[in-house]
């Protein structure tokens, strides 16, 4: 068995999928804060007494906040159990939701003002971008797909003047729709922008 998490957005959502590929069991919810109080409990009681066999964990770009959680949380389970770790893509897992065939861009509130945004081909959900943080006018300037999909879409298309918008969030379920390559990424946080914090430098 598989379990996947994602707190990449305002949702913590966690899934337990069997070997052939089919959802046992879910948990989503839209909390918008208190990934670290809610997540752990709500792994407990989608798991029971089951142990997986592998975890899956989001590693962006999303939320500072939320990512740290989960991929921590990942690691220390994944530490207790000896299981394998990996990481997938958060953008990516979004994209997965959409409906239809064909291009498909994801836009994400992010930090400061900024948007994630990024472009998939369907139904492989292969990128044909690269995730990044940009302002708005620019992000809506970037994504040519006429669907788009995330929780700043409807800001986005609205901005662009033209497409369709679909206000989605991650879903952990949908995991495994992403293709290997995007869901055995290193299980460290893939921000798309600097960090606010900077070093000091040596006087």
């Known amino acids: 068995m598989i379990l996947a998490i994602d707190c990449s957005t305002a949702a913590c959502s966690v899934a337990l999928i069997g070997a052939d590929g089919n959802l046992l069991r879910e948990k989503h919810e839209v909390i918008n804060r208190g990934h670290a109080e809610r997540l752990v409990p709500m792994t407990a009681e989608l798991l029971g007494a089951n ?31 000896s299981v394998t770790l990996s990481g997938m893509d958060s953008l990516g897992l979004l994209a997965a939701g959409a409906p239809g065939d064909g291009p498909v861009g994801v836009a994400m509130i992010g930090g400061h003002g900024e948007w994630f945004v990024g472009e998939y081909d369907r139904p492989s959900l292969r990128p044909t971008s690269v995730g990044a943080s940009l302002a708005p006018l620019a992000a809506a300037q970037s ?27 991650p879903r952990a379920a949908l995991a495994l729709r992403l293709p290997l390559a995007a869901r055995t990424l290193d299980p460290r946080p893939i921000y798309a922008r600097a960090p606010d914090a900077k070093p000091r430098r040596a006087a």
Do not use: D, K, Y
Request: net charge neutral; aromatic share 4%.
């Open 51 to 81: 142990i997986p066999s592998e975890i899956l964990v989001g590693v962006g770009p999303g939320s500072f906040t939320g990512l740290r959680v989960a991929i921590a949380a990942a690691h220390g389970m994944a530490i207790g159990w």
């Open 143 to 169: 994504v040519t797909a006429q669907l788009v999909v995330g929780s700043a879409a409807e800001a986005l298309v609205a901005l662009r003047g033209s497409g369709q918008a679909i206000p989605l969030l």
